[in-house]
């Protein structure tokens, strides 16, 4: 492609010299008119015209004036982009303690607080909030009807980090902790397994979804109306009252059939903590079959003194038939 010329470019300025020498002497004849055809009329200051530049080259902007604070700026960045000197180490690099293997792996194990060694005591117990969610049925139902009457092992998490944790202590949902395993299989009326994956995260809560049938699949068919995916109603006060204060961090819980918390535990399972679940469990699966016995006892009660009311004894029959008889 053929440059312009470069007095084709000064021509065209001289042109617009001359321009702009005609305006301003028009409004030169403006101003030298009588006050009387317009009284607001001021002269006009005239123009200062382009200086044309010698060559064939456009003429130069003046430079933008800069603040101190800027100036300031611009010298720190080229200082440190393209004339940084580098200056000798004053400081030891590096972290306080020792490194272990298993840290920064990216998966929190940390622990929110240590399970107790023995049942919490049924009257000081507090109450599992009831949580509503979408189970494998694909119905949202209720936490709190599932619970009541029941002894249940409740795991609680969000994400797959913290379901993990949980599964250090209740095993998975097809594979039982070989130590809750026994009391599973032979109480399956009165001991249960019931999973809370809770996800505020909309776009992972879909994903979940999506996998949804498939773990339905995997599962058996008890367990379809004991896993559940909460979305909503979990709220700061509810986390702090039952202890999920790290969301990256799994939770476990005993409830009684009362739906109160007579245990806990929180991250991996530690030391000891699996044997006190075991024993936490034992005992209140023995505190539902005694207050069971003694329901069916009072009910029991209750009928036979009914029967004693409303029948006639033996020796009112006598009576009246002697009465009879006279």
């Given at each position: 492609?053929?440059?312009?010329?470069?007095?084709?470019?000064?021509?065209?300025?001289?042109?617009?010299?001359?321009?702009?020498?005609?305006?301003?002497?028009?409004q030169?004849?403006?101003?030298?008119?009588?006050?009387?055809?317009?009284?607001?009329?001021?002269?006009?200051?005239?123009?200062?015209?382009?200086?044309?530049?010698?060559?064939?080259?456009?003429?130069?902007?003046?430079?933008?004036?800069?603040?101190?604070?800027?100036?300031?700026?611009?010298?720190?960045?080229?200082?440190s982009?393209?004339?940084?000197?580098?200056?000798?180490?004053?400081?030891?690099?590096?972290?306080?303690?020792?490194p272990?293997?298993?840290?920064?792996?990216?998966?929190?194990?940390?622990?929110?607080?240590?399970?107790?060694p023995?049942?919490?005591?049924?009257?000081?117990?507090?109450?599992?909030?009831?949580?509503?969610?979408?189970?494998?049925?694909?119905?949202?139902?209720?936490?709190?009807?599932?619970?009541?009457?029941?002894?249940?092992?409740?795991?609680?998490?969000?994400?797959?980090?913290?379901?993990?944790?949980?599964q250090?202590?209740?095993?998975?949902?097809?594979?039982?902790?070989?130590?809750?395993?026994?009391?599973?299989?032979?109480?399956?009326?009165?001991?249960?397994?019931?999973?809370?994956?809770?996800?505020?995260?909309?776009?992972?809560?879909?994903?979940?979804?999506?996998?949804?049938?498939?773990?339905?699949?995997?599962?058996?068919?008890?367990?379809?109306?004991?896993?559940?995916?909460?979305?909503?109603?979990?709220?700061?006060?509810?986390?702090?009252?039952?202890?999920?204060?790290?969301?990256?961090?799994?939770?476990?819980?005993?409830?009684?059939?009362?739906?109160?918390?007579?245990?806990?535990?929180?991250?991996?399972?530690?030391?000891?903590?699996?044997?006190?679940?075991?024993?936490?469990?034992?005992?209140?699966?023995?505190?539902?079959?005694?207050?069971?016995?003694?329901?069916?006892?009072?009910?029991?009660?209750?009928?036979?003194?009914?029967?004693?009311?409303?029948?006639?004894?033996?020796?009112?029959?006598?009576?009246?038939?002697?009465a009879?008889?006279?």
């Open positions: 492609m053929l440059q312009p010329h470069p007095l084709t470019f000064r021509s065209r300025l001289l042109l617009l010299q001359l321009n702009l020498q005609c305006q301003v002497a028009q030169q004849l403006r101003s030298c008119r009588p006050a009387s055809t317009s009284s607001s009329s001021r002269p006009v200051k005239p123009r200062t015209l382009p200086r044309i530049p010698q060559t064939g080259t456009a003429p130069k902007a003046s430079p933008a004036k800069l603040n101190p604070n800027e100036k300031n700026k611009s010298k720190t960045k080229d200082i982009d393209d004339d940084h000197t580098p200056r000798p180490l004053s400081a030891p690099l590096g972290l306080p303690t020792p272990e293997a298993g840290q920064n792996t990216g998966v929190d194990t940390r622990k929110t607080f240590l399970a107790p023995t049942l919490i005591r049924a009257h000081k117990a507090l109450y599992f909030p009831n949580l509503r969610g979408r189970t494998l049925l694909a119905l949202a139902s209720d936490t709190t009807p599932l619970l009541r009457g029941k002894t249940s092992l409740v795991a609680l998490f969000s994400g797959t980090w913290a379901e993990q944790q949980t250090t202590f209740f095993g998975s949902p097809l594979v039982p902790h070989p130590a809750l395993a026994p009391l599973l299989a032979e109480h399956p009326d009165i001991l249960q397994r019931v999973d809370v994956n809770v996800e505020d995260n909309s776009l992972k809560a879909s994903l979940i979804r999506l996998f949804m049938p498939s773990l339905r699949r995997q599962l058996p068919p008890a367990q379809h109306e004991r896993y559940f995916l909460v979305r909503r109603g979990m709220t700061d006060e509810i986390r702090e009252g039952i202890g999920m204060r790290n969301g990256k961090v799994g939770y476990v819980y005993l409830v009684d059939s009362e739906c109160r918390i007579r245990w806990a535990g929180s991250g991996p399972a530690g030391e000891g903590e699996m044997e006190s679940l075991v024993k936490g469990a034992s005992r209140l699966v023995s505190e539902w079959q005694q207050e069971t016995r003694r329901r069916e006892a009072r009910i029991a009660a209750e009928k036979g003194a009914g029967g004693r009311e409303g029948g006639s004894s033996p020796l009112k029959e006598d009576s009246s038939r002697q009879a008889a006279g």
